[in-house]
C-alpha cells in the first residue's frame, strides 16, 4: 500500500466514524434500519445525500461534514441559581443523577465531588449499592432501561454495556422478580411496555455492537498495516545483512593484504639491512685499497730514485773503467 492509499483509508475510515457518531445521535428519533447499520456504504450515503437532514432538524444538530472547520458554539450562560442541600436530596429522591445534577447547575466532577463532601453528602462504604446481576435484574424487572440505570448508579451507558456484557445478559430476557406466595396478574398494557423496553435494549445492543464492529475493524486495517510494516523491516533486514557480508569480505581481503604489505616490509628491511652491510663492507676494502695504492706510490718513487741513483753509479763506474783502460 502506497502512503497516498494509506493516507486516504485512513480519511475514509475518520468520516466513517464521524458518520457513526452522528448515526448513534438519530437513534432515538429515526425508526432502526439494521441494513444501514450494517453497511458502511449505505451510512456515507445516507449522510452525503442529505437524507439525514430531516433527522437531524429534529434534534437541531448542525450538518457538519467531516473535515470541515468545527464552529465554536456560544458558551452556555452561568447558572444563577445556587443549589442547595435540600436542593439536591430532593432532586435525588426523585432519581435524578449525579451527571444530570453536574450538567444542571454548571458543576465539573471535582468541583462537585468538592461541594459534596462539604455538605457531608459523598456516599460511604455502606451506602453504596454495586451494580451486580441481581440488582440488574431487579430494576429491570421494574422497568428500568440501561439508560435509566446507568443514571441511578452514575454510570455512562456504554459501562452499562460492558457489564451486560461480561455477564451474558446481552439480548437474554429478564424474567421479574417473584414472590412464590404472591401471583402477579400481567395486563396487555405491561407486555408491551415490556416489548417496548427489550425492542429499546435491542436497539442499543446493535448501536453498541455496530461499534464494536466499526472498533474490530479499525484494529484489523491496524494489523494489515503492521504486517505491512514487518515486512518492509524484513526487507530491510535482509539488505543490511547482505551489506553486512559485504563488508566482513572487504575487511577480510583488507586484513589480508595488510598482512601482506606488513611481509613485504619485513623483507624489504631485511635486504636493506645486507646491503648496508654489504656497502659498509665495501667502504672497508676501498680503504685498504686507496691505503696499498698510497704505499705503492711510495714505492714507485724510491724505485725511480733508485733507478737514478743506479744508472748514476754505472755512468761513474764506466767513466772510471775508461780512465784506468787509458
Avoid at 411496555?193 to 472498533?215: C, P, Q
Avoid at 583488507?254 to 659498509?280: F, G
Wanted: hydrophobic share 35%; no cysteine.
Amino acid at each position: 500500500m502506497t502512503p497516498n492509499e494509506r493516507k486516504k483509508l485512513k480519511q475514509e475510515r475518520e468520516k466513517l466514524k464521524v458518520y457513526r457518531n452522528r448515526l448513534m445521535a438519530l437513534k432515538d428519533v429515526m425508526p432502526h434500519d439494521e441494513e444501514l447499520w450494517s453497511d458502511n456504504d449505505k451510512i456515507v450515503k445516507f449522510f452525503e445525500t442529505g437524507q439525514a437532514r430531516k433527522y437531524e432538524d429534529k434534534l437541531n444538530l448542525p450538518n457538519i461534514k467531516p473535515g470541515a472547520p468545527t464552529v465554536k458554539r456560544p458558551k452556555r450562560a452561568e447558572i444563577t441559581v445556587e443549589l442547595t442541600v435540600e436542593k439536591y436530596k430532593e432532586l435525588k429522591a426523585k432519581g435524578v443523577s449525579d451527571n444530570a445534577v453536574k450538567d444542571e447547575y454548571g458543576f465539573h466532577s471535582n468541583k462537585f465531588n468538592a461541594w459534596k463532601k462539604k455538605n457531608n453528602l459523598m456516599k460511604t462504604e455502606a451506602d453504596k449499592v454495586e451494580l451486580t446481576v441481581a440488582v440488574y435484574k431487579e430494576l429491570k424487572a421494574k422497568g428500568l432501561t440501561d439508560q435509566e440505570i446507568a443514571d441511578k448508579f452514575d454510570k455512562k451507558i456504554g459501562s452499562v454495556y460492558q457489564f451486560k456484557s461480561v455477564n451474558g445478559l446481552t439480548n437474554q430476557p429478564i424474567k421479574p422478580v417473584e414472590n412464590e406466595a404472591v401471583s402477579v396478574e400481567v395486563d396487555s398494557a405491561h407486555l408491551k411496555d415490556a416489548v417496548d423496553t427489550l425492542e429499546k435494549e435491542l436497539e442499543e445492543t446493535n448501536i453498541f455492537a455496530s461499534g464494536e464492529a466499526l472498533r474490530v475493524s479499525e484494529l484489523e486495517q491496524q494489523l494489515h498495516d503492521s504486517n505491512l510494516k514487518n515486512r518492509g523491516l524484513e526487507t530491510s533486514l535482509e539488505v543490511y545483512q547482505g551489506n553486512v557480508s559485504e563488508l566482513n569480505e572487504a575487511s577480510e581481503n583488507a586484513r589480508n593484504a595488510e598482512r601482506k604489505a606488513i611481509q613485504e616490509l619485513i623483507d624489504y628491511e631485511r635486504e636493506y639491512r645486507k646491503l648496508e652491510v654489504d656497502y659498509h663492507n665495501q667502504s672497508g676494502e676501498l680503504t685498504r685499497l686507496k691505503a696499498m695504492l698510497e704505499k705503492l706510490k711510495h714505492t714507485s718513487q724510491i724505485n725511480v730514485w733508485l733507478m737514478k741513483q743506479h744508472i748514476g753509479f754505472v755512468e761513474q763506474a764506466d767513466e772510471l773503467a775508461e780512465v784506468n783502460f787509458r
